[in-house]
């Protein structure tokens, strides 16, 4: 008797539902979950320092706007710049086609947080600290999205725990029947763990007012370690990444996990501050 190892079959419809001609996706689902948990996030910590509801308010503008457009153009730019840039029209008209990169999405963040700072009179760091905290959870919840949709999986295995995913073509054309790593459900645990590491430097050590910037480096260096080192058992996204050493999401991660390193570096050489309400413009409304 010949013994296959055990594996799970994964034929998950992507689509939620549909109006009309139109799917509504798990995957876009995952990702307003992701920016509304954010801004639920960013309200709690304007409440718990005492800051004007205008503040937490405006974050959902610049956070998510920034987040998504950042998202959508760094697939563009990263992934597929020829196709792209041959056709420009495509980075909005083939939104509804997939195409979100998780590099993208933050230095659109990076961005946005800065306007966000600017607007509001607040540290720049102040911003980057409280961000990191859903950060963590919403780059769980989108893998879920990436595992729904049966994309962005792993090379074969036999452990017991893998997936076969009957909806994927590339899976189907390249690896059936053997299981594949579902990376997808990897990163999110992982990026699980980060987010409770970084909830408790926050409301346990209230890390973000004693030594500003450690907050932003743990989660710079959880999110993106893990990252660099989950892609070494991933499937190319794309073609050209065949030749590489290296990964296109590997070497996109490597400035974060720099920066990371740098943030708490520069946090723990400071001396610690005292806990004080941070001043905003005027009480909370």
Not at 124 to 129: E, Q, R, T, V
Not at 197 to 202: G, M
Not at 215 to 238: A, D, M, P, S
Not at 250 to 264: C, D, E
Request: glycine share 12%.
């Amino acid at each position: 008797m010949i013994l296959f190892p055990l594996s799970i079959v994964w034929d998950f419809d992507p689509v939620f539902f549909n109006l009309g001609s139109i799917d509504i996706r798990y995957y876009g689902l995952m990702w307003a979950v992701a920016i509304l948990g954010g801004a639920k996030f960013f309200d709690n910590f304007c409440k718990r320092e005492g800051l004007p509801s205008s503040v937490s308010d405006s974050i959902f503008l610049y956070g998510a706007l920034a987040t998504v457009l950042g998202a959508r153009l760094g697939h563009c730019l990263f992934y597929d710049p020829v196709g792209y840039l041959s056709a420009p029209w495509t980075i909005i008209t083939g939104f509804r086609d997939g195409g979100m990169a998780s590099h993208g999405a933050a230095i659109g963040l990076l961005i946005g947080l800065w306007l966000f700072s600017r607007k509001n009179k607040l540290p720049y760091i102040w911003s980057l600290d409280r961000i990191m905290i859903p950060v963590g959870i919403g780059g769980a919840v989108v893998r879920l999205g990436n595992l729904f949709n049966s994309e962005i999986f792993g090379t074969p295995t036999d452990l017991p725990w893998g997936f076969e995913f009957l909806r994927s073509y590339k899976w189907v054309h390249e690896f059936a029947p053997q299981a594949v790593h579902p990376t997808q459900i990897y990163e999110a645990l992982c990026y699980l763990v980060t987010f409770a590491i970084l909830c408790w430097l926050y409301y346990g050590k209230d890390m973000a007012r004693r030594r500003p910037g450690i907050i932003f480096g743990v989660g710079l260096i959880g999110t993106f370690l893990t990252r660099f080192f989950i892609e070494f058992i991933k499937t190319e996204q794309e073609a050209f990444e065949q030749s590489w050493n290296l990964y296109m999401g590997q070497w996109l991660s490597i400035p974060f996990i720099v920066l990371g390193v740098w943030m708490i570096w520069r946090g723990m050489k400071q001396p610690a501050q005292e806990i004080l309400p941070v001043s905003g413009k005027g009480g909370r409304k």
